[in-house]
Each structure stands twice: as C-alpha cells, then as structure tokens.
C-alpha cells in the first residue's frame, strides 16, 4: 500500500482530544433510546431539516454533477495535500499572516493559549468551530485563566447549560425550547427573570448578553469551512451573523482549521458554496459566507494566525480507503437521514463528531482499537451515501473499518472454523446436515445457546430448509 505522510510530523500518530466516550456506543445509546424527550426533540429536528434540504436540492438540476465535482476536488486535494498546504502557509504569510503548524490537540491548544496571553486579554469570543471542539480549546483555556465565550445560539445553549453537543450543524438538537429557557434563566448573565419561551424571546435574549461581549473582547478563534491554497484566504459560513461579528471586530483573529479544508482555487469555492447550504441547512446560500486573506491595514483583526491542526488526519490520510473520511464538508446530512442517530442521538457516539460521519472519522483519528464500538453503529442501510453532498460512501468505509476493528478470540475462531469448513466440501456437506437438527431446537428466532448466544441476541436465527441445494441437485 502507498503511504502519504504530510511530512509534518515525521510519523502520524494518533489523535487526541474529545474524539472517544468513556463507554461503548451500545451502552451509550442505552441511555439516549431511554429517552423519549430527546427522542421526540430529535425526530422533529431532522425531519424538519431533511424535508427542507430535499426542496432545496430538488430544484437544482445539476445536483449530482455537484456531487461528483465535490468528490473530484476533495481526491485531488488529498492526493497532494503537502504541496497544497505549502502553498496555502506561502499565501497568508504573504499577506501579513502567521501559520503555525499542530501536530496534535495538545499542541494546537498550547499554541493558541499562548497567542492569546499574549494580547493581554483573559477572555476570547468565538465562531462556532468544529475544530476546536475536538481539541477541547474551551477547557485549555479556562486552564489558563482565559474564558471563552461561544457566540452561536446553539453553541452558547450548550455551553451555559454546561453540556456537550449531540449534532454538528445544531448542537443544541437534543434541546427544546422550554429547557433553553430554563437554562438561560439559570446561567446567563444579567437575563430578565420574566424571559419566555418564544423563540424569538429567547434569540432576542441571547443577542442582548452577545451584543456586550462583542464589543468588549480584543480576541476571536475561529475555524474555517474551507481555505483557498492560490490565495490564502479563509471561509466561514454561519447563519446568525455572529461569525461576522467575531471575524472582523477584535484586532486579534486566531483561526484553527483541520488541514483537510484547503481547496487549490478560488474556483473550487463555487462548487462547496452551492452543496454546503443545501445539504446543510437547507437554504440556497449561506446567510453569511466571511472571507478574509490575511491583513488589511485599517480594516478588520491587525493580527491573523492560521492554526493548521493534525491530530490523527495524517494517519487517516495513509488509508486509501478511510481517508475518504477527509473529505467532509461537515454538513451534517448523513446525520439527519440516519436511524440510528436519531433513535441514540449525538451523546452516544462519544467523540464531537456524531453521526455516520462520526462513527468513520473518530475510530480513524484514535485509532480503530480505541474507538472500535463505532464502526457498528450503523445498519448499513446506506442512506448517509445517498445524502451525503461529496459521495464519501460510508457503509464502505464502516466495513472497512470492522474489518480492522479488534475482535472476540471466540469471534475469530468461530470465523475460522466456518471458513475452513466452506473451503472443504466434505465437511460443509457434514455442517448443513447438522445445520437441519436445529430445526428441533425449537422455534424461529430463539436463539443460539452460550457462548453463540450474543450472535442472536439482536437478529433471529433463520429456520434451515427442508432441502439444501446440494440434496435438491443431487436429486435430479
Ligand atoms: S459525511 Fe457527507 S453528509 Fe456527513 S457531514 Fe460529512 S459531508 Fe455531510
């Protein structure tokens, strides 16, 4: 097989941050199936998302071309990504930005704690990122006195009722309005004690706390969606404007972006900027798409660093097969079309990436062994491949990755027994006589006895025929 390291660092090691859970997935989605509020929060959610994505995509007639243009862009950009980030590090330097390279979460957070303490400031506002969820930014800087202040409604849901996300594009899903404004009335600073449980209420409430802490904060961390190599300039795109606000008020503007975001051209931009929206949200356009390349005298952050984050994608990138992994655009479709996310919900899946996505990308970046629940988080019923704007197949890739997962010694000497037995006539011959005695254990789907009895807890076990296709050939 070909290995692709970025050259940075030497080896690839494994990712860390808050990409693993401290229990399996099937005893995490124990707890989320027992739920029926948050399995009703979540039903509603995505069905709402789903019907309005598939209007959206319906009405454009070159959709799957987009799809295909996607995929294109995203191959070509992993077959050679070292060169594309060179480029890209060339480009903001050039315009009078910083880069600074992190091999892992720790060294990302430490870079970034650092450029922070730098400005004097003990308090950053944030863009919704991805990014820095996963290398747990908000607990690094607390650590280091500074306090972070999320700035998407959603985002800021969860960090004031102290919680943790359950889907990318809507972390707060798992959450109705009754329980926002629960948690308002609890942890929002200066809110009215009369607030209500109007949307527009509640958003009002969370614009009038934001609106201070904009004007007052010298700092910004943001993520990317996408940055350009020709040109280095970066991308975001929100719905509230509060992205806007972090990215052009504060004079100093630190960006943590994965390495897989970077795209060759200006041109690639078309095509990401007509699927994201689409399969994300369902809207035409992104309400707010922000762009900046590095420093504009007078105009906007004075200081702008590009934190190029790792953790793990080199590993990834190494697997031709999983590296597809790398190409998502983070849209959160495959989320909203799966059974099993909604029925477990977000929390189950233990990483910050949840979902189908989730259970591909996480076990890659740890390392499957020490995420191996995760590839069996899913039926297979293949509708994440169908929904997803760049074709990243995902069922290919789950059983992929099941394959590198850790298995039962019981398991695999079963799996050997019954691949020995198919490799000698004789003996599958012997083995499907046999297999007819079970026809008195009793009936359909009881079950196979300890220590097989695992095997049929979920499935039935089918009844044998009365006559196998060796008897009924052999009869004629
Ligand atoms: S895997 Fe595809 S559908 Fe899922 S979040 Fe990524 S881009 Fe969207």
Redesign the pocket.
Same mark, same amino acid.
């Given at each position: 097989m070909t290995r692709t390291f970025l050259g940075m660092p030497a080896t690839a090691p494994p990712g860390v941050g808050h990409l693993r859970g401290d229990e399996p997935f099937p005893a995490a989605a124990r707890r989320g199936l027992a739920d029926p509020q948050l399995r009703r929060n979540l039903r509603h959610a995505t069905t709402t998302i789903r019907g309005k994505s598939g209007a959206v995509i319906a009405e454009l007639p070159d959709w799957e071309r987009l799809r295909a243009a996607g995929s294109a862009i995203k191959a070509d950009v992993m077959a050679r990504l070292p060169e594309l980030l060179e480029q890209l590090e060339a480009a903001v330097v050039a315009a009078g930005g910083t880069v600074h390279w992190a091999a892992d979460a720790v060294e990302a957070n430490r870079i970034v704690t650092e450029l922070v303490a730098a400005t004097g400031s003990d308090r950053v506002i944030k863009v919704k990122s991805m990014a820095t969820q996963e290398i747990g930014l908000n607990e690094a800087l607390a650590a280091a006195g500074i306090t972070a202040v999320e700035t998407d409604l959603a985002e800021l849901i969860v960090q004031l009722g102290e919680d943790r996300p359950s889907h990318?594009l809507v972390p707060a899903i798992h959450r109705n309005r009754a329980e926002i404004r629960e948690i308002f009335l609890r942890a929002m600073p200066g809110v009215d004690p009369g607030l209500t449980d109007e949307p527009a209420a509640l958003a009002a409430a969370a614009r009038r706390y934001l609106r201070q802490t904009f004007l007052t904060t010298p700092v910004a961390v943001s993520g990317a969606n996408v940055a350009v190599a020709e040109t280095g300039t970066l991308a975001v795109v929100e719905s509230e404007g509060n992205g806007r606000m972090c990215l052009t008020l504060p004079e100093t503007l630190i960006t943590v972006m994965g390495v897989e975001k970077v795209v060759p051209t200006w041109r690639d931009l078309e095509v990401f900027l007509q699927l994201l929206p689409r /399969?994300?949200t369902g809207e035409r356009m992104n309400p707010y798409t922000s762009m900046w390349t590095g420093v504009t005298p007078g105009d906007g952050p004075q200081n702008v660093h590009l934190v190029l984050l790792d953790n793990g994608r080199s590993a990834v990138l190494a697997d031709e097969v999983g590296r597809q /992994?790398l190409?998502? &655009?983070? %849209?959160? /479709? %495959?989320?909203n079309v799966c059974p099993v996310y909604e029925r477990a919900g977000g929390h189950a899946y233990g990483s910050v990436y949840p979902?189908?996505?989730g259970a591909v990308l996480s076990p890659q970046l740890t390392g499957v062994a020490d995420n191996a629940s995760l590839p069996y988080a899913s039926s297979l019923c293949g509708a %994440?491949y169908d /929904? %997803?704007?760049?074709k &990243?197949n995902?069922p290919e890739l789950l059983v992929h990755l099941r394959a590198q997962a850790p298995h039962p010694r019981a398991e695999a000497t079963v799996m050997a027994a019954a691949a020995y037995t198919m490799d000698h006539p004789v003996l599958y011959a012997a083995a499907q006589r046999a297999a007819r005695l079970t026809r008195f254990a009793g009936r359909r789907g009881r079950g196979l006895p300890p220590p097989l009895s695992g095997w049929t807890l979920g499935r039935d076990l089918p009844t044998p025929p009365p006559e196998t296709f060796r008897d009924w050939w052999a009869n004629r």
């Open positions: 990318i /399969a994300s /992994a190409h998502c &655009i983070r %849209c959160s /479709a %495959c989320l979902g189908p996505i %994440c /929904a %997803c704007p760049v &990243i995902i």
